[in-house]
């Protein structure tokens, strides 16, 4: 991982003070390519309130604008060496907060991306993951090996017509998931490449059943 792959703690947004967190599930929010850490912390009120949130900043600075986790590539097919290295930067930041509860990961399109491809490098360190608009990155992981026998909790939700991920990236995702994951799938007609309200509901639900459950 390289000095430009680091979680910046002045720009995480959290939902409580992060000296409060102790032992209450989280989850880590990770917006797409050329937002910000904003983006998605306006879910946060639409979430279940038994859980802390903290939105992160993406590390590289996205020449239109905003920030992203990493390289461009391909439509669908990032650098692998780039996502790995936008991986180990959100594990590296829960080694800094040491969180004392559960963790759950949720991001959207480069996020969502992301969030399923920590599973793949750590599903003993998350309760579940949430993958909305995004996919599989092509190649292999280091724990990939291991996801089907733990098959993690993953809920992928997006538009069959996403007018943004191309139809090989979805594919390709659609045919690993379910062997490497306990996957709850959904598909929401005309979001386009975007979260609906019944989205979100369905978020908070898988939430609740899979970082409560794992607090317990």
């Known amino acids: 991982m390289t000095d430009d792959f680091v979680i910046d703690d002045a720009n995480v947004v959290w939902s409580i003070e992060p000296t409060e967190l102790a032992d209450r599930p989280l989850v880590v929010l990770m917006h797409g ?3 910000h850490e904003n983006d998605l ?3 946060i009120p639409l979430l279940p309130t038994e859980f802390a949130y903290a939105s992160l900043r993406a590390p590289l600075q ?5 920030y992203t986790w990493f390289a461009a590539g391909a439509p669908g097919a990032p650098p692998a060496a780039s996502v790995d290295a936008a991986a180990l930067a959100v594990l590296g930041w829960l080694d800094r907060l040491a969180p004392g509860g559960p963790v ?3 991001g959207f399109s480069q996020g969502g991306a992301l969030a399923t491809h920590l599973m793949r490098h750590a599903p003993e360190r998350f309760a579940s993951y949430v993958n909305l608009a995004g996919f599989i990155v ?3 992981a280091p724990a990939d090996s291991r996801l089907p026998d733990l098959l993690p909790p993953v809920f992928w939700g997006r538009d069959t017509e996403d007018p943004v991920i191309p139809r ?7 045919q690993w998931l379910p062997s490497h994951s ?12 975007s979260i609906s309200a019944d989205e979100v509901a369905d978020v908070a639900q898988f939430l609740r059943d ?3 459950s794992a607090s317990r």
Do not use: I, M
């Open 33 to 35: 390519r050329g937002s």
């Open 41 to 43: 912390a306006g879910l």
């Open 62 to 66: 996205f020449e239109g604008g905003g």
């Open 104 to 106: 759950s990961v949720a």
């Open 138 to 140: 092509p190649g292999e």
């Open 168 to 174: 090989s990236a979805t594919d390709r995702t659609a």
């Open 182 to 193: 306990e996957l709850v799938a959904r598909t929401y007609p005309g979001v386009g490449h």
């Open 210 to 212: 899979t970082l409560g």
